[in-house]
Nanobody, 114 residues
Framework: QVQLVESGGGLVQPGGSLRLSCAASGILFSLWHMSWYRQAPGKQRELVASITSDSRPNYADSLKGRFAISRDNAKNTVYLQMNNLKPEDTAVYYC????????WGQGTQVTVSS
């Protein structure tokens, strides 16, 4: 059974930082392409960042320089470091795994507010 469990979300002030984690089980993690998406209220889900099985990152243009994706294959975990957070970053953040099939986590809420 494949499971993706996100953690690390919460309430943070503008300008602050958070690191999200997504722990995977039930897959040979090192082979899977991993991504972070987010969905704000009333908006479509959008790609934030992705990372290939050989750790090549890709980012949404609007987020380059503030967000960083990484993976630790030994821990079956992908991370999203988010810096200089803005109120418009408020959303539910989802982890996605792709290798032929695709799987989603349940999401973690990030709220940026003073």
């Amino acid at each position: 059974q494949v499971q993706l469990v996100e953690s690390g979300g919460g309430l943070v002030q503008p300008g602050g930082s958070l690191r999200l984690s997504c722990a995977a089980s039930g897959i040979l993690f090192s082979l899977w392409h991993m991504s972070w998406y987010r969905q704000a209220p009333g908006k479509q889900r959008e790609l934030v960042a992705s990372i290939t099985s050989d750790s090549r990152p890709n980012y949404a243009d609007s987020l380059k320089g503030r967000f960083a994706i990484s993976r630790d294959n030994a821990k079956n975990t992908v991370y999203l470091q988010m810096n200089n957070l803005k109120p418009e970053d408020t959303a539910v953040y989802y982890c996605k795994a792709v290798f032929g099939s695709d799987y989603w986590g349940q999401g973690t809420q990030v709220t940026v507010s003073s």
